[in-house]
């Protein structure tokens, strides 16, 4: 498969989500990702459902398929002689192993850092942790809606200080995928250089803190704890949910221009006491959204998006996913790949969210590959490994 990464080799330990979700996008970038499975059962969110998809005597979770594109599938025993000899030639012939054990479980399989910079000093690890490699909380358990609790997300995500909501998505574990996937990125480019592979950590509350943005240096620079307020913008007004006569549309006014043209399209006095300027504007929320919803309930939603255009003030709907999934914009961005499944047959996927150059298709490669079967590359991939062994 072509792609910027098609001669990186990729060693995936990982299950659930992170560290998958990492591997997925070095596949999408055409690394040969070769995903290690404990055999039986496989990756955890192989069993996560519903929804559960194909033969009821061995069904298949849409969880596991969301993640795992772009990968082969061998099964290893790790806590068996066979399966460390494997594990071992193909951490000799890789480029990258992703991990997220616990900290300290890899050790106890016999597979420390040194020992894998022994076996291949080229190697660059990631390695993803609930909180860290180390420090006082370092061997925690990591789990998304935990970590989005504990890395201050939740506080900051609700209709008010009252109600801490969970973002709809496992946004820590997404977030630590990429974070480490950049990571492996950065290390492989400094291997050009130095020759030598190193380990990259990141963690659920790295990636939290992470995105905290202009929520974090409020706190750490002017001592203001952000909260929880719902749909609307702590910082920009108006900028957030509105309702209209048959629905609701948010705008974003992120400039004193947007706004003065947002007013006089609907009958505000740009000027009036308490809404001047943008400070005054969010010291003064309540009164400014009494007046927008207002001048908006006239309009339908479909109407009021196009009025909006029109006056150049950046607007739109909140679409629910079946919406999103049919939408041509969507589907203009190669955001969903057809592929074929060995017991699904053709089913369709979201896709990689970065495009090369002018291609139509998403990602580095032309051609995706379906999530793997559980072992469905044992004979091939222990195939390649004797082409490789007979070739050192």
Known sequence: MSGPLDDVVVIDLSRALAGPHAGMMLGDMGARVIKVETPGHGDDTRGWGPPFVGPEDDPISTYYLSCNRNKESVTLDLKADDGRETLTRLIRHGDVLIENFRPGVLDRLGFTTDRLHELNPRLVILSISGFGHDGPEGGRAGYD?????????????????DDPQRVGVPIADLLAGMYGAYGVVSALHERHRTGQGRVVRT????????????????????GEVGQAQGNHHPSIAPYGLFA??????????????????????????????????????VAN???LIELIDAAFAPYGLDELVERLGEVGVPAGQVRTLDHVYEWEQTL????????????????????????????????????????????EHNESVRAWLDEQDAGT
């Open 145 to 161: 809606q935990i970590a989005q609790g504990e890395g201050g997300l939740m506080s900051l995500t609700g209709s008010g200080p």
């Open 244 to 281: 209209c006569k048959d629905g609701m549309v948010q705008i974003s006014c992120g400039s004193e221009g947007l706004w003065v043209r947002l007013a006089e399209a609907f009958g505000i006095d740009p000027a009036t006491p308490g809404l001047a300027t943008n400070r005054e504007r």
């Open 332 to 375: 203009s961005q190669g955001l969903i790949l057809d592929v074929e499944h060995p017991a699904l047959g053709p089913i369709k996927i979201p896709g990689p969210p970065i495009r090369l150059d002018d291609n139509a298709f998403a990602g580095g490669r032309e051609q995706h590959l379906h999530p793997p079967m559980l072992g």
């Open 285 to 287: 929320r309540d009164l």
């Open 203 to 222: 963690s659920l509350l790295a990636a939290i803190v992470g995105v905290h943005a202009f929520q974090g240096t409020r706190y750490t620079v002017a």
